[in-house]
């Protein structure tokens, strides 16, 4: 049946496409802005989100526990995505343009974008693995809002590579 599923999104171009994230979205702008990028893909992509639950700390001095505990539920997550290309997103890593996202997105493989929670990532853990650092921004954004800038850009790569 995933053989299938494949050469059937091989065979339309479409988009195999899945998001995780640590944590919901909950502000209603946030999620009415990330529900209507997701209606805007529905042509071109299969898109997927995965949201795993967030860990609560208290105060700043639990933070970096709380990124590592997360990154490290993150990676065991990740591994049932062995055949995928895997991003994960950082301020800290390479920004794209909108014109390299189409690049991004024609090729065959299926696409795992990675979102931390709001203690964010130990990007040590993830860089002993080969998975792909990317950037929405130099600043750093609310893992919310970055998750409606990861959809627009994923909206805008695929209208790019359709001609439109």
């Known amino acids: 049946m995933a053989v299938i599923a494949f050469f ?16 919901s979205v909950r502000e209603k702008f946030y999620l009415e802005a990330c ?43 990740l591994a049932v995505y062995n055949e995928a290309d895997i991003y994960i997103l950082d301020e800290s890593a390479k920004q ?19 979102i931390g929670g709001t203690a964010g990532l130990d990007t040590q853990l993830f860089s002993k693995n080969n998975f792909q650092f990317l950037s929405l921004s130099a600043m750093t954004l609310p893992h919310e809002l970055a998750r409606v800038v990861l959809l627009e850009q994923l909206y805008r790569g695929a209208c790019l590579s359709r001609g439109k």
């Open 8 to 23: 059937y999104l091989m065979v339309n171009n479409i988009f195999d496409i899945t998001i995780i994230a640590i944590g």
């Open 35 to 77: 529900q209507e990028y997701l209606k805007r893909l529905s042509p071109y992509a299969r898109i997927r989100v995965e949201e795993l639950v967030a860990e609560s700390f208290r105060n700043k001095s639990e933070i970096k526990k709380i990124r590592e505990r997360e990154s490290l539920k993150l990676l065991k997550h």
């Open 96 to 114: 794209l343009v909108s014109t390299d996202w189409p690049k991004l997105l024609d090729t065959p493989r299926k696409k795992v974008f990675v």
